[in-house]
């Protein structure tokens, strides 16, 4: 599989992912077929992100909470993430579709049946680098 390597620097979140992933830990559990840890690694990147890009199209899904008495949809992305000289952990990058349209999205956050930080050893600044699934173009 081809990917897109996306390198950003880790930071302070706000919480509210804790929140939304304690309170939906079963669909997020049936959606991504792993026990997600509530809350997620901020990454903040030098550039955009575009959730739109059609290269990852193939690997994006939406899906609603709606069904389960929420009020938003919710992307997700497979994706690994690493630091230097440590394993790469299986995830996700997670945003609400509102979020994700946003016109200048910096701020990647990876959800992962770990705790992130510990496994790899990171704190604010840590440098870690993202691979996400892409589409080959011959």
Request: charged fraction near 20%.
């Amino acid at each position: 599989i081809n990917t897109m390597k996306i390198r950003g620097i880790v930071q302070e979140g706000e919480g509210d992912a804790s929140f939304w992933l304690g309170k939906y830990s079963d669909v997020y559990q049936l959606w991504t077929g792993m026990k997600i840890i509530p809350g997620s690694l901020n990454v903040h990147l030098a550039a955009k992100f575009d959730w739109n890009d059609t290269s990852i199209e193939p690997f994006k899904k939406i899906y609603s909470l709606i069904p389960y008495g929420g009020n938003r949809d919710i992307c997700l992305i497979p994706c690994e993430i690493y630091k230097e000289g440590k394993d790469k952990i299986y995830g996700f990058a997670w945003a609400t579709t509102n979020a994700a349209n946003d016109f200048d999205y910096r701020v990647l956050e990876i959800i992962t049946s770990v705790r992130l930080r510990e496994v790899l050893q990171l704190n604010n600044g840590s440098v870690v680098t993202i691979d996400i699934p892409v589409s080959w173009r011959g």
